[in-house]
Nanobody
Framework: QVQLVQSGGGLVQAGGSLRLSCAPSGRTFSNFAMGWFRQVPGKERELVAGISRSGSRPYSADSVKGRFTISRGNAKNTVYLQMNNLKPEDTAVYYC????????????????WGQGTQVTVSS
């Protein structure tokens, strides 16, 4: 079965940057559309950014446009979320997700989930 292994995250000051990584295993990376979600206590998990399995159609939420970039990576088949100009409201647990379809934009469309990683942005 497919597993998604996440890395990155941590504590940064407002205005700082972090890069999250997600490395699928068990299936070919290019078979999946990928997304990054985040969740805070008491709220639904929300889509932050997504990318088609071809890499041609990146999507990002309005709240992170111009600051976050999703990309497909290197020989390890890693997907990245580059987060720049971080704000305190970006504080959340971030989850990598994979979908078997060519493009997915909603949580129920994603089939596999990473373990989550904490991102905390201080004022």
């Amino acid at each position: 079965q497919v597993q998604l292994v996440q890395s990155g995250g941590g504590l940064v000051q407002a205005g700082g940057s972090l890069r999250l990584s997600c490395a699928p295993s068990g299936r070919t990376f290019s078979n999946f559309a990928m997304g990054w979600f985040r969740q805070v206590p008491g709220k639904e998990r929300e889509l932050v950014a997504g990318i088609s399995r071809s890499g041609s159609r990146p999507y990002s939420a309005d709240s992170v446009k111009g600051r976050f970039t999703i990309s497909r990576g290197n020989a390890k088949n890693t997907v990245y979320l580059q987060m720049n100009n971080l704000k305190p409201e970006d504080t959340a647990v971030y989850y990598c997700a994979a979908a078997r379809g060519p493009l997915a934009v909603a949580g129920p469309e994603f089939d596999y989930w990473g373990q989550g990683t904490q991102v905390t942005v201080s004022s």
